[in-house]
């Protein structure tokens, strides 16, 4: 189960980096944050894969579709980059992974991580483990947000009415003149 | 490590790093920003699977050390939830993110005619 969410997630992943339509960079991009719901999912975390099919997959992609469709005079038109800055970004993203994977590779987690973190995917091993069920996650989770973590959960409510006000600002119908290239000091 | 098939902390954790990759090179890559945009959504999705991982994975799982942290956290009144937490506050920023860059790029198509970011070099000296 795993390696098919896994498999999702990077193919869609680097379907995304190789496709130069902003639609299908969309879907791809849906395959890739349901691949993230479903990791969660395996990891114990239900009330997170929730989260994130509602939040990511329903609000933020929904947004981003909105934007493809208010921004592209026709839809499927495609910029496509200079050839040489494809492909320098392409060598570099390959290069950052292979650097990236060696470093995992080569290196040990601390002892005690690594023989107790052994027992691997919790729903796959054990059966649930410390977690039991996910009201108890639910309930525990709550209880950390509104206790420990109060503060950071208001300033995040802050910044949410921050990012609204801001964002009816910016993107309000206004009449400017549509002079193509803006004005030139 | 584990054994190859095992799935462990490394799997979530080379998974996410070719997700971050594949997030810096459409990053990179796109000229329409809107692209950009769904880099950097990439980019946040790896960090929160690097999270939720260590949350899961890292935490002893096995009964007798789950047992002996649970009571320990129990008396601290605080389970071990930092990691998801800190994923819920990721996700609220990256639709913030998302929110706000595509209000900005609504501003630049109506002032530009155009979503490439390489028109927008009105203020190249």
Request: hydrophobic share 65%; charged share 5%; glycine share 6%.
């Given at each position: 189960m795993f390696y098919l969410l896994a498999a999702l997630m990077v193919a869609s992943a680097w379907a995304i980096v190789f496709t130069s339509n902003i639609v299908r960079m969309a879907v791809y991009l849906l395959l890739a944050l349901s691949g993230a719901a479903g990791l969660y999912f395996l990891l114990d975390a239900e009330l997170l894969g929730a989260v994130q099919l509602i939040v990511y997959v329903g609000g933020t992609l929904i947004l981003i579709i909105f934007g493809v469709m208010l921004t592209s005079r026709e839809i499927g038109m495609a910029l496509k980059p200079k050839p040489w800055e494809g492909a320098a970004g392409v060598v570099l993203g390959i290069v950052l992974a292979g650097v990236l994977l060696l470093a995992q590779v080569y290196s040990q987690l601390p002892a005690e991580i690594s023989s107790q973190g052994a027992g691997a995917v919790p729903g796959a091993a054990s059966g649930g483990g410390a977690t039991s069920g996910g009201g108890a996650t639910v309930e525990a989770f709550g209880k950390v947000i509104l206790g420990r973590y109060l503060l950071v959960f208001e300033v995040a409510g802050v910044l949410l009415l921050v990012v609204m006000v801001g964002a009816a600002y910016l993107a309000r119908r206004t009449s400017w003149p549509r002079s193509a290239g803006g004005t030139q000091p | 490590m584990n054994s190859f098939l095992q799935i462990g902390l490394g799997h979530f954790v080379a998974l996410s790093l070719l997700v971050l990759a594949a997030g810096v090179a459409t990053v990179l890559t796109k000229r329409n920003a809107i692209g950009i945009l769904i880099g950097v959504e990439l980019?946040?999705?790896?960090?929160?699977?690097?999270?939720?991982?260590?949350?899961?994975?890292?935490?002893?799982?096995?009964?007798?050390?789950?047992?002996?942290?649970?009571?320990?956290?129990?008396?601290?009144?605080?389970?071990?939830?930092?990691?998801?937490?800190?994923?819920?506050?990721?996700?609220?920023?990256?639709?913030?993110?998302?929110?706000?860059?595509?209000?900005?790029?609504?501003?630049?198509?109506?002032?530009?005619?155009?979503i490439d970011v390489e028109k927008a070099n009105a203020m190249r000296g």
């Open positions: - | 980019i946040l999705n790896a960090a929160g699977i690097n999270l939720v991982a260590f949350n899961a994975l890292a935490w002893p799982t096995s009964a007798e050390a789950g047992a002996a942290v649970s009571a320990a956290a129990g008396a601290l009144g605080q389970p071990a939830l930092d990691g998801m937490v800190f994923t819920i506050f990721l996700i609220v920023l990256a639709a913030a993110e998302a929110a706000v860059a595509l209000a900005i790029f609504l501003n630049f198509y109506n002032n530009f005619n155009s």
